[in-house]
C-alpha cells in the first residue's frame, strides 16, 4: 500500500497507508470489560523517530519511504551518541508505507517504508536497541477476509454496518482509515493478537494514532467532518481491550491525536502516555511555546497548541503511577539559540514527559549534547515528575517548576517564556523546606552553595534548573 495524504485547513496529514473499501454485514454483540487501570509505574521513554524525514519528504513532495541505508546511518549514529544517556529505542512514525503481509495469516502491519518490521527490529537489536511501532490495533492492514484468531470471524466482521452501528456522523462519506468497531464479536480477540503479535517480534512499545478520529470523526477546532465517529463508548471499550491486553503482553501504550473528553478520564484510566499538544510540525519555540500561546480546547483535539501549555494545563494528571504526558517530538536544531535548546529540554524532563529526538545524523549539527546532560537526564532515570507553582498559564508562577527525587533532593526550574529579560525567584519555604539546602546548577555543572532562596535572571526564552540537597 502506498502513501495517502489527508489536507486539513492546509496543513497535510500523511496517513501512511491507502485504507481498503468499507464492507457490509459485521456484528454488534454488547461485551463490555472490567476497566483494569495502570496500578504499576513505567517510566517515560528517550527515543528517536523518523518523525523530521517523513516530515521533510510529505513538504517536499517526495518519496516519503527512507532508504534502507539512511535507516541505518540515523540507527548507527542514535546508538553511538544518544544510546550512551538512555535513548534505546528507533520508533516509526506516519508517513512512510504501512502495510500488511496477506500470507501472514493475520491483517497486522508486516512492513514498514517497504522494509520487512523484523528486518528492522534486528537492524536496531544489532546496536543494542530496541524498535517501536507507529500502528493502531483499530487499523486493518491486510485481507478483510483473514480469520481472527481464535473466533469464528473474519475481519470483515469488524467493520462499520450502518444497519446496526451508530455512528457521530453518519452521513459521512466514508473515514480516513479502516476502523474496526470494537463492540462487534471478535474485536477483542483482534486486539489481543495485534499486542500478541508485536511483542512476538520484539517490539514493546505502541504508539497509537488518531483516536480523535476515531472517538468523534472530527479534526480540530474547525469542526470538519473526516469521518463517521464511533462515539465515547465505542472508544472507551477500545481502550479497555487495548489495556487488557497491552498489559497481558507487557507492551508500553503511547496514545496519539485523543479528545482527552472529561479531562481525559478515559485515557488517564487506560493509557501508559497521552499525547497533550498538537504536533511538533517543524518545532523550534512556535512548538515549545508560542503556537496559539494560552488557546485551550476542552473535549477536543488539540487540546493545547504548545509544549508550555499542555504541560502546564495537563499537570494535574501526571505523577506517580499515573499517566505519563507526551510533548511530541524535539528537533533541537529547529531552535533559534542554546537557551531554547536548554528550555525545551528542561521542560520535558520537568514535567516527567518522554524526550523523543527526531533530529537526524545529517540534520543536529553540534547541538546533540543538549540531549546528553546526564545530570538533567538523572531526573528521567530517577521517574522524576515535577509540577508548576502555578496551572494558570497567565501567572508567573506558571514558569516554576519543582519536585522530589526519590533520595528527598528537590529539583525546581525557573523559566522564562516572554522575549524579554525576567526575573524569577521562589523561596524554599514557599516549597515548604526550612532553612538553607545545597545548591547546584544542572547546566553549568556548579555548586552554588547553600541557599533559602532560588533566584535568576533570565534571558529571552532561556531557563535555570538547580537540583537541592541537604546540607551534610
Known sequence: MGCSDYSINGGSFNTGWTP????????????????????????????????????????????CNMPLETWQKNIDWVADNLLPYGYNMICTDGFMTMSGDDNAGHTYMTSYANIPLTQLVEMCKAKGLSLGIYDNPLWVHGSLDTPIEGTKYKVRSLLYDP????????????????WIVPSHRG??????????????????????????????????????????????????????YIKEAATKYDVFTSIVMPNMKNHGEN?????????????????GWDHCSNRYRGGISLDQWPSTNNQFDGFIYWSDITGKGKIIADGDFTLIHSFDTDDECRTSISLQLMAGGPIA???????????????????????????????????????????????????????????????????????????????TMKCRDLWTHTDEGEVSKVSASLPAHGCKVVRLSKPE
Open 267 to 283: 485515557e488517564t484510566q487506560y493509557c501508559d502516555m497521552t499525547r497533550i499538544v498538537a504536533d511538533t510540525f517543524e518545532g
Open 187 to 240: 474485536a477483542k480477540e483482534y486486539i489481543d493478537g495485534f499486542f500478541k503479535y508485536y511483542k512476538s517480534i520484539g517490539v514493546g512499545f505502541i504508539r497509537m494514532d488518531f483516536m480523535c478520529l476515531f472517538e468523534d470523526g472530527i479534526f480540530g477546532s474547525g469542526g470538519d467532518v473526516v469521518g463517521r465517529g464511533y462515539g465515547s463508548a465505542e472508544y472507551k471499550l477500545a481502550l479497555q
Open 20 to 63: 481498503e473499501d468499507i464492507p457490509d454485514n459485521p456484528d454488534n454483540p454488547d461485551d463490555p470489560v472490567t476497566p483494569t487501570p495502570t496500578g504499576k509505574t513505567k517510566r517515560a521513554p528517550l527515543y528517536w523517530s523518523v518523525y523530521e524525514y517523513g516530515r521533510k519528504a510529505e513538504i517536499a513532495g517526495t518519496d
Open 163 to 178: 444497519s446496526k452501528d451508530h455512528v457521530k456522523n453518519p452521513n459521512a462519506t466514508g473515514d480516513l482509515f479502516t
Open 357 to 435: 529526538v527526531a533530529d537526524q545524523y545529517n540534520t543536529v549539527g553540534d547541538r546533540v549534547k543538549f540531549y546528553q546532560n546526564e545530570e538533567m537526564l538523572a531526573l528521567n532515570a530517577d521517574g522524576f515528575i515535577g509540577k508548576p507553582l502555578a496551572t494558570d498559564y497567565k501567572d508567573g508562577n506558571s514558569q516554576i517548576w519543582w519536585g522530589k527525587m526519590p533520595n528527598g533532593d528537590v529539583v525546581v526550574a525557573l523559566f522564562n517564556r516572554e522575549d524579554r529579560t525576567i526575573s524569577r525567584g521562589v523561596e524554599l519555604s514557599q516549597l515548604g523546606i526550612s532553612g
